[in-house]
């Protein structure tokens, strides 16, 4: 008669699947029952062995009367082995939350994991009154997954844990098997731990396979890839690269990038750049070097591309919105100044550029707002993407909306057939532009903020709802606040739109730009032609209330009519030479004031006359030699000579030439004498 064996557990599950395993490394050997306490334990119990599944439940049946046994083992347990490639699959370095009905148990299965050599990953014991678990990646529960909390994004089942070897060893020794038993039991349990590792082999080999595939692909690329890992070691190094760095892949790969790429500027750019994209040169070779953070990953990919061929995908990009119209026309470099407010605002733009936020450029009609637009558009990460300028206060309203949100088929007639892309989703992954802003009726307000905060649109007519990924550029001559509080222009929209600002300063605000507009336009129509001092001057005084486009317009007419080499105050338009009597300054009427300027003028024309520097020092200095009273700091002498310039009487450059006084101003200075 074969010996005979009573397992006892708390579950039904746990039962079937040490059943199970006891029955395929036992059966042939012993007479084997169970019983869960959770289904009912039978009145009287008597074997030969009594195994309790675990120490837990030897304390909650061990004491019960009729169970009747030679020997009483607890059972040891251990992780399933064909659930440990499930364990290997979670990324390292991750919180992994273990779950089971008891605090102990759990303590226990950790520490069996870490005997195991599962230590990639950081456990944490899950108790049953734990309100919330914060930080964790995956949840793992030997079969008791439905404790898990819901909330946490994964959890794996790490099926029932079985009895250990030294359990099973146990029961042989008790039921006095053979020895030749254990060590066939042994060779059964080995041989399963044996097909596992095959498993893992085959996987391992697998895994080998794909990197190499992938290493063949990456190397048929034309352009050189580089990866790093988390913690910055190489992990792709293509054959491109080899030749570029003139080193071998092998000797790059799995080192920190630091020791093995000599060029500091390049790895501080992979490492720890900020932009897209930047150049360098390696060897001699002039190369792009585009930088991309793997979501999820932790991994950066570069791509170094030759200049030349970067610049030619760069060509083929805005060929295809070049083609429809929708780029950008012009840049920086053509927007003109000398002011150095202005030079400032230059610089402010590329850097606003850089940034996705919307801009709203606000300035009087003529300053240059659209010019700037097209220029940040240009310099932007947006700038092989389209850029779509839209004059809101040139079309009715809602010739504006089909315009901007396009429309389905039949929505109106008139309308195209198959309908039409609105201008929103013209300008995807590009800039749309939206002069005069003032101008749109608080209904348009309202889609707009919605287009703004949801970054999706639907055509007129439609029900599907288009993603678009665009960038806002807005602009106006109006004085938006004082719109906001008469009401016609929504505050919520103008937050959104104002997220970064910029101000262009009317002409008049920055006089010195106008010898250099000039200069541009006359060598831009393509003339030898030169301008006379006394227009010059005049130019240079006038109010420009029309501002840069008023001047172009000026020189436009007077490079039309102009019959020989030189421009005089006869070419000007007939509108500007009416206003020529008006224009002489009449003197203040404040005493003072008028021998202040008397004072100034007379010293800047001294200087003018002896080919002197007119600075604000030496200008304050000399006022020193008049009357007390009319002593001026240089800070003072600074004001001053602002206020004579805005009135066009002198005007000041920067170098050697200093101050000078402009025709009018010697006018002006004779008719205070
Ligand atoms: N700094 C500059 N250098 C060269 N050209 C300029 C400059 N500023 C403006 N312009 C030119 O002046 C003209 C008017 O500029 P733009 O259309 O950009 O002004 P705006 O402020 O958008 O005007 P509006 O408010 O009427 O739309 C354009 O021809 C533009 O090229």
């Given at each position: 008669?074969?010996?005979?064996?009573?397992?006892?557990?708390?579950?039904?599950?746990?039962?079937?699947?040490?059943?199970?395993?006891?029955?395929?490394?036992?059966?042939?050997?012993?007479?084997?029952?169970?019983?869960?306490?959770?289904?009912?334990?039978?009145?009287?119990?008597?074997?030969?062995?009594?195994?309790?599944?675990?120490?837990?439940?030897?304390?909650?049946?061990?004491?019960?009367?009729?169970?009747?046994?030679?020997?009483?083992?607890?059972?040891?347990?251990?992780?399933?082995?064909?659930?440990?490639?499930?364990?290997?699959?979670?990324?390292?370095?991750?919180?992994?939350?273990?779950?089971?009905?008891?605090?102990?148990?759990?303590?226990?299965?950790?520490?069996?994991?870490?005997?195991?050599?599962?230590?990639?990953?950081?456990?944490?014991?899950?108790?049953?009154?734990?309100?919330?678990?914060?930080?964790?990646?995956?949840?793992?529960?030997?079969?008791?997954?439905?404790?898990?909390?819901?909330?946490?994004?994964?959890?794996?089942?790490?099926?029932?844990?079985?009895?250990?070897?030294?359990?099973?060893?146990?029961?042989?020794?008790?039921?006095?098997?053979?020895?030749?038993?254990?060590?066939?039991?042994?060779?059964?349990?080995?041989?399963?731990?044996?097909?596992?590792?095959?498993?893992?082999?085959?996987?391992?080999?697998?895994?080998?396979?794909?990197?190499?595939?992938?290493?063949?692909?990456?190397?048929?690329?034309?352009?050189?890839?580089?990866?790093?890992?988390?913690?910055?070691?190489?992990?792709?190094?293509?054959?491109?690269?080899?030749?570029?760095?003139?080193?071998?892949?092998?000797?790059?790969?799995?080192?920190?990038?630091?020791?093995?790429?000599?060029?500091?500027?390049?790895?501080?750019?992979?490492?720890?750049?900020?932009?897209?994209?930047?150049?360098?040169?390696?060897?001699?070779?002039?190369?792009?070097?585009?930088?991309?953070?793997?979501?999820?990953?932790?991994?950066?990919?570069?791509?170094?591309?030759?200049?030349?061929?970067a610049s030619e995908i760069e060509k083929t990009a805005q060929r295809k919105y070049r083609e429809t119209g929708f780029y950008a026309k012009y840049s920086f470099d053509d927007i003109f100044?000398?002011?150095?407010?202005?030079?400032?605002?230059k610089?402010?733009a590329k850097?606003l550029a850089l940034a996705e936020h919307p801009i709203l450029i606000?300035g009087?009609s003529g300053t240059g707002k659209e010019l700037f637009a097209h220029a940040i558009h240009k310099h932007s990460y947006r700038k092989n993407g389209p850029f779509l300028p839209v004059n809101c206060s040139a079309l009715s309203e809602s010739l504006l909306e089909s315009e901007l949100f396009g429309y389905e088929d039949?929505s109106f007639?008139g309308g195209q057939r198959g309908g039409k892309k609105g201008l929103f989703e013209l300008a995807d992954n590009g800039t749309i532009f939206l002069d005069e802003i003032g101008d749109i009726?608080?209904?348009m307000?309202?889609r707009l903020?919605?287009v703004i905060?949801?970054k999706e649109i639907r055509r007129i007519g439609g029900?599907?709802?288009i993603p678009i990924n665009i960038r806002i550029i807005t602009a106006t001559n109006?004085?938006?606040?004082?719109?906001?509080?008469?009401?016609?222009?929504?505050?919520?929209?103008?937050?959104?739109l104002?997220?970064?600002?910029l101000?262009i300063?009317?002409?008049?605000?920055?006089?010195?730009?106008?010898?250099?507009?000039?200069?541009h336009y006359?060598?831009k129509n393509g003339?030898?032609?030169?301008?006379?001092?006394?227009?010059?001057?005049?130019?240079?005084?006038?109010?420009?209330?029309g501002n840069i486009r008023?001047?172009k317009n000026?020189?436009d007419?007077?490079?039309?009519?102009?019959?020989?080499?030189?421009?005089?105050?006869?070419?000007?338009?007939?509108?500007?030479?009416?206003?020529?009597?008006?224009?002489?300054?009449?003197?203040?009427?404040?005493?003072?004031?008028?021998?202040?300027?008397?004072?100034?003028?007379?010293?800047?024309?001294?200087?003018?006359?002896?080919?002197?520097?007119?600075?604000?020092?030496?200008?304050?200095?000399?006022?020193?030699?008049?009357?007390?009273?009319?002593?001026?700091?240089?800070?003072?002498?600074?004001?001053?000579?602002?206020?004579?310039?805005?009135?066009?009487?002198?005007?000041?450059?920067?170098?050697?030439?200093?101050?000078?006084?402009?025709?009018?101003?010697?006018?002006?200075?004779?008719?205070?004498?």
């Amino acid at each position: 008669m074969k010996p005979s064996l009573i397992l006892l557990t708390g579950g039904m599950k746990t039962r079937h699947t040490l059943h199970q395993q006891l029955q395929q490394l036992l059966g042939d050997y012993l007479d084997i029952d169970s019983y869960a306490v959770d289904e009912g334990l039978p009145a009287g119990l008597e074997a030969d062995v009594i195994l309790f599944s675990s120490e837990s439940l030897k304390k909650e049946v061990g004491h019960l009367k009729n169970m009747n046994a030679v020997t009483f083992i607890t059972g040891q347990r251990t992780v399933h082995h064909e659930h440990l490639d499930k364990l290997l699959t979670i990324p390292a370095g991750a919180n992994v939350l273990v779950v089971n009905d008891e605090y102990n148990v759990t303590l226990e299965l950790i520490q069996s994991l870490n005997q195991l050599g599962i230590n990639h990953v950081r456990f944490v014991a899950y108790k049953k009154n734990h309100a919330y678990y914060d930080d964790i990646d995956v949840a793992v529960s030997p079969g008791e997954v439905e404790l898990a909390p819901t909330y946490l994004p994964m959890v794996l089942d790490i099926g029932v844990r079985l009895l250990d070897m030294t359990t099973i060893l146990r029961i042989v020794d008790h039921c006095r098997l053979d020895g030749n038993v254990a060590l066939q039991i042994s060779e059964r349990y080995i041989r399963s731990i044996i097909e596992l590792q095959q498993k893992l082999l085959l996987s391992q080999q697998e895994t080998k396979e794909v990197y190499h595939h992938i290493q063949n692909v990456v190397n048929t690329i034309d352009d050189g890839i580089l990866v790093i890992n988390e913690t910055s070691e190489v992990t792709v190094f293509n054959q491109k690269l080899e030749a570029l760095f003139q080193v071998q892949a092998d000797v790059i790969i799995n080192r920190p990038i630091d020791t093995v790429i000599l060029q500091n500027e390049v790895v501080h750019f992979i490492r720890d750049g900020v932009e897209e994209s930047q150049f360098f040169s390696i060897h001699g070779v002039e190369v792009v070097v585009y930088r991309h953070s793997m979501i999820g990953e932790q991994s950066i990919v570069t791509v170094f591309k030759s200049v030349h061929q970067a610049s030619e995908i760069e060509k083929t990009a805005q060929r295809k919105y070049r083609e429809t119209g929708f780029y950008a026309k012009y840049s920086f470099d053509d927007i003109f100044c000398e002011n150095p407010k202005m030079i400032e605002l230059k610089q402010i733009a590329k850097k606003l550029a850089l940034a996705e936020h919307p801009i709203l450029i606000q300035g009087e009609s003529g300053t240059g707002k659209e010019l700037f637009a097209h220029a940040i558009h240009k310099h932007s990460y947006r700038k092989n993407g389209p850029f779509l300028p839209v004059n809101c206060s040139a079309l009715s309203e809602s010739l504006l909306e089909s315009e901007l949100f396009g429309y389905e088929d039949g929505s109106f007639t008139g309308g195209q057939r198959g309908g039409k892309k609105g201008l929103f989703e013209l300008a995807d992954n590009g800039t749309i532009f939206l002069d005069e802003i003032g101008d749109i009726s608080l209904s348009m307000q309202s889609r707009l903020l919605r287009v703004i905060q949801e970054k999706e649109i639907r055509r007129i007519g439609g029900s599907k709802i288009i993603p678009i990924n665009i960038r806002i550029i807005t602009a106006t001559n109006k004085k938006i606040e004082e719109q906001m509080k008469a009401q016609t222009f929504r505050n919520d929209l103008f937050y959104r739109l104002n997220v970064l600002h910029l101000f262009i300063p009317p002409l008049r605000q920055r006089r010195e730009d106008i010898p250099l507009l000039i200069h541009h336009y006359i060598t831009k129509n393509g003339k030898w032609i030169k301008v006379e001092q006394s227009l010059m001057d005049r130019l240079i005084r006038a109010e420009w209330d029309g501002n840069i486009r008023e001047l172009k317009n000026t020189l436009d007419y007077m490079l039309t009519v102009c019959n020989g080499t030189v421009l005089t105050k006869d070419d000007l338009p007939q509108y500007q030479k009416a206003q020529q009597a008006a224009d002489i300054e009449s003197p203040p009427q404040n005493p003072l004031q008028q021998s202040e300027h008397r004072m100034i003028l007379e010293i800047v024309m001294q200087c003018n006359e002896t080919g002197k520097a007119a600075s604000r020092e030496y200008i304050s200095a000399k006022t020193k030699e008049h009357h007390a009273s009319l002593f001026l700091s240089p800070q003072q002498v600074r004001r001053r000579l602002e206020d004579l310039e805005q009135k066009g009487l002198i005007i000041k450059r920067k170098g050697r030439g200093g101050t000078r006084m402009t025709e009018v101003g010697i006018s002006y200075l004779e008719s205070l004498l």
